[in-house]
């Protein structure tokens, strides 16, 4: 192996000893290696810097619904337990919301077939229906979806049926909450 | 506590069904090929799109993975370049292979001294950003994968459909280019040619 050999790309299955035994013989490439050692440092904390970066989680909603629509809705995961709680604001509001929306005297009582037809919902999210004060705000920037617990109550006033035989006081979703901490629709699991 | 699962038992569970070990999966390792894909792209709206594809690969069940050739990880890193050659074939957004510089032999560049080593932490790591951002795609690649990633030779080697040796030879002359290219921005002109970069099918 010459020098030439070892820094350029070698397409054959060269052996790693090759490139030891070459390294350790050659004071050139021995230099040249070692101009690289603190850019290697450096790489490091720029590594570090960067490992807060990750992708957002519209993406991860994105693929819950793909992977739902493959495989069906599973039981709800003890682990996203943790996340019923940081949602529990924005799931306040949006009770809060579903309910006085209901309750305003102006507002057509909807029917189940037509569910709060506030908002055009684009395909991808024909399971998810647009909250009421959801409207005009951007299809797609920053949303998470987070499982939440809503009371029965504010979903049949809703004009939403029950749609299980269960007794229970509260009715499991899903919310897409938007970067301001806003839920812009839900979808009800039950 | 049990020992954390494995990416091939959470891809067994998750092509049973288990939403749940999909979403572990995700979690695990969706930052590093998000970041992968945000450095060799420059852009957030195609790193999320590919990190998407990527996945959405695994949702399908397309992604052809065999762990008789390496592991889920580099597997994820191989379709997300093959998604991100697609893009620069689209867009021809690729810094060009050519570095500069003729048939510079070595001894242009002995010096071993760190070249940011006056600057704060902040300025090194946006000097770095900024060279990282200027090697071309495949010297590029090797440096995210290896030093900012901290993927390892053989995975990398899976990732990039290349040798081991390939891997290691340009993950050193990508430093060397990094070092010369911080160099000459600390101190002005483009006075120290790169060693020539060679030709490669990959
Ligand atoms: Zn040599």
């Excluded at chain 1, 570090?48 to 995961?77: F, H, I, S």
């Excluded at chain 1, 399971?127 to 920037?141: I, K, R």
């Excluded at chain 2, 060693?195 to 990959?202: E, G, Q, T, Y």
Aim: with cysteine.
């Amino acid at each position: 192996m010459n020098c030439e050999d070892y820094w350029n790309d070698l397409t054959g299955p060269e052996p790693e000893v090759d490139f030891e035994a070459h390294l350790a013989a050659c004071p050139a490439c021995t230099a040249r290696y070692a101009a690289g050692r603190p850019v290697a440092a450096n790489l490091r904390l720029l590594a570090a810097d960067m490992k807060r970066v990750t992708a957002p989680p519209r993406v991860e909603a994105r693929l819950l619904r793909a992977y739902r629509e493959r495989y069906g809705q599973p039981v709800p995961p003890a682990r996203e337990l943790h996340r019923w709680w940081a949602a529990a604001a924005a799931v306040l509001l949006a009770a809060g919301a579903l309910w006085t929306g209901a309750r305003s005297p102006e507002r057509p009582r909807v029917a189940s077939n037509s569910p709060v037809a506030i908002a055009a919902v684009d395909e991808q999210d024909a399971a998810f229906v647009p909250l009421p004060n959801a409207a005009g705000s951007p299809q797609d920037d920053d949303v998470d979806l987070v499982r939440v617990e809503l009371p029965r109550s504010a979903v049949t006033a809703l004009g939403i049926p029950a749609t299980d035989d269960s007794d229970s006081a509260s009715v499991e979703a899903e919310v897409l909450v938007g970067p301001d901490g806003m839920a812009r629709a839900v979808r009800f699991l039950n | 506590m049990k020992p954390p699962e494995s990416d091939h038992q959470l891809f067994e569970r998750l092509r049973a069904g288990q939403e749940q070990a999909f979403l572990a999966l995700y979690q695990k390792r969706q930052p590093a090929l998000y970041r992968f894909a945000l450095q060799m792209s420059g852009s957030a709206s195609v790193a999320e799109d590919i990190t998407q594809d990527v996945f959405m690969a695994l949702v399908r069940d397309e992604c052809g993975y065999d762990p008789s050739r390496g592991s889920l990880a580099a597997y994820l890193f191989g379709i997300a370049r093959k998604l991100l050659l697609r893009q620069y074939e689209r867009r021809r957004s690729d810094v060009p292979v050519d570095t500069g510089g003729g048939e510079a032999g070595f001894a242009e560049l002995v010096d071993d001294a760190d070249p940011l080593a006056d600057l704060t932490t902040r300025e090194r790591v946006e000097a770095l950003r900024r060279a990282v951002a200027s090697l071309p795609r495949r010297y590029r690649e090797v440096v995210v994968l290896c030093d900012l990633e901290e993927v390892d030779y053989a995975e990398a080697a899976v990732a990039l459909g290349c040798p081991i040796g390939t891997v290691r030879s340009r993950l050193h002359r990508a430093r060397s280019m990094l070092a010369v290219k911080l160099r000459d921005e600390r101190h002005g002109g483009a006075s120290v040619p790169a060693w020539k970069a060679a030709r490669c099918a990959i």
